[in-house]
């Protein structure tokens, strides 16, 4: 099975800061790679597939990168909205492994 | 719009039985490859399972093989999971995921879930 390890586990970051997240898959996965945002309560919903497509409506304040084993996404302009928990997937092989996640907080 | 409604959660015994249902609208249904996925209380999403779109070929989590069946009813627009055999560690909020189409295999529209919680 491909192990995805996301970090960090948790961050904090104020309004308009540029915040990155860390995704590292133990093999090669292409660009089979994608991101989900969710907010207590409610179910994910895709905002970056293809590692680097931003899911239409979604803002383009996120960006995503990388190819191989190595991705980020980047939330360029940070916004309250933006508070949530966010999930890397590969979805290279079965089984679809997802990373740990990655919660982030708006100070 | 598309929408996927999870149904059949609820309070159920360790070992015993429950059949989970998604019922899809807005789409094509038959033309989309279907997965469930899981989320135990305060913890991550879990992949558990994957139907293609004919029904051709499904896939599970080991943590469920043996003990969950996957299917679907196209005419219906249904999507199903059984569970057999439940244990604690499958208390959880299940959802139904549809695949895209164009490739990415990423997991495009998800219902609002249902929980399943195994006690006694």
């Known amino acids: 099975d491909i192990q995805m390890t996301q970090s960090p586990s948790s961050l904090s970051a104020s309004v308009g800061d540029r915040v990155t997240i860390t995704c590292r898959a133990s093999?090669?996965?292409?660009?089979?790679l994608s991101w989900y945002q969710q907010k207590p309560g409610e179910a994910p919903k895709v905002v970056m597939f293809?590692?680097?497509s931003l899911q239409s409506g979604v803002p383009s304040r996120f960006s995503g990168s990388g190819s191989g084993t190595d991705f980020t996404l980047t939330i360029s302009s940070l916004q309250p909205e933006d508070s949530a928990t966010y999930y890397c997937q590969q979805s290279y092989s079965i089984p679809r492994t997802f990373g740990q996640g990655t919660r982030l907080e708006i100070k | 719009e598309v929408q996927l409604v999870e149904s059949g959660g609820g309070l159920v015994q360790p070992g015993g039985s429950l059949r989970l249902s998604c019922a899809a609208s807005g789409f094509t249904f038959s033309s989309y490859n279907m997965n469930w996925v899981r989320q135990a209380p305060g913890k991550g999403l879990e992949w558990v399972s994957y139907i293609t779109s004919t029904s051709s070929s499904m896939y599970y989590a080991d943590s469920v093989k043996g003990r969950f069946t996957i299917s679907r009813d196209n005419a219906e627009n249904s999507l199903y999971l059984e569970m057999n055999s439940l244990r604690a560690e499958d208390t959880a909020v299940y959802y139904c995921?549809?695949?895209?189409?164009?490739?990415?295999?990423?997991?495009?529209?998800w219902g609002q879930g249902t929980l399943v919680t195994v006690s006694s």
């Open positions: 995921a549809r695949r895209d189409l164009e490739g990415h295999n990423h997991l495009d529209y």
């Open positions: 093999q090669s996965i292409s660009t089979y």
């Open positions: 293809g590692a680097s």
